[in-house]
């Protein structure tokens, strides 16, 4: 059973520009979390996803955002790139909304140069 | 907030050691979460915990849910040299949400 898939792995972007990180769950799990990890913050929970609807979120700027589509899929977007935004960003699965057994992608790690 | 905190902040041990860990909360949870994290990966669950007083084994690593449910403790038993990374606590924040919080992390290194 293939795990939490996150594209791309390494990502290096401008102040400025926008970006958008994808995560494929695994087979069958309806829920999708969104993490932010720096050293200083640690992990940062930025929204769920289930059922195509936001379920929850985080303390983040607007600048942030997600979705997730009818097959489970999700992305997130940053806009207006920050050199603060430098971050491993994860994504996590879970059967259902509510479930707290989540399992964690190997993340996208955005650079913001 | 919520918040929970780790300690300790770090442990250089040697290889075959046996090592304690703890999280604690002002807040009560209903769940607790020990996480791995290997270097440049995402975490991977170890033990979930899900009633007060409760105790779980994996493997080496034993977990303990608090019976004031503000605290949980994660032993490792003779440790070796893959034990090496940065383990968390987490919880939910509120029933029905998968919304998790996280400890700052307790950073493992085990000498050979």
């Known amino acids: 059973k293939a795990g939490v898939t996150q594209t791309p792995r390494y990502l290096i972007k401008t102040r400025g520009q926008q970006v958008t990180l994808s995560c494929s769950p695994i087979?069958?799990?309806?829920?999708v979390s969104w993490y932010q990890q720096t050293p200083g913050q640690g992990l940062q929970f930025l929204f769920e996803?289930?059922?195509?609807?936001?379920?929850n979120k985080g303390n983040f700027p607007g600048r942030f955002s997600g979705r997730q589509f009818s097959n489970s899929r999700s992305e997130m977007n940053v806009s207006t790139l920050e050199l603060g935004d430098s971050a491993l960003y994860l994504c996590?699965?879970?059967?259902?909304?509510?479930?707290?057994?989540?399992?964690f992608g190997q993340g996208t790690r955005l650079t913001v140069v | 907030g919520q918040q929970l905190n780790q300690s300790p902040q770090s442990m250089f041990i040697q290889e075959g050691e046996d090592v304690s860990m703890n999280c604690t909360s002002s807040?009560?949870?209903?769940?607790w979460l020990w996480y791995k994290q290997d270097p440049g990966e995402g975490p991977v669950l170890l033990i979930a915990?899900?009633?007060?007083?409760e105790l779980t084994s994996n493997g080496r690593l034993t977990a303990q849910f608090g019976i004031t449910r503000k605290d949980s403790f994660l032993n490792i038993s003779a440790s070796i040299p893959s034990d090496v990374g940065i383990y968390f606590c987490a919880g939910p924040t509120s029933s029905n949400t998968g919304k998790l919080i996280f400890g700052q992390g307790t950073t493992l290194q085990v000498k050979p």
């Open positions: 087979s069958g799990h309806r829920s």
């Open positions: 807040s009560i949870f209903n769940t």
């Open positions: 996590a699965s879970s059967l259902v909304t509510g479930s707290t057994e989540a399992f």
């Open positions: 996803y289930f059922s195509e609807t936001q379920r």
């Open positions: 915990l899900y009633k007060a007083g």
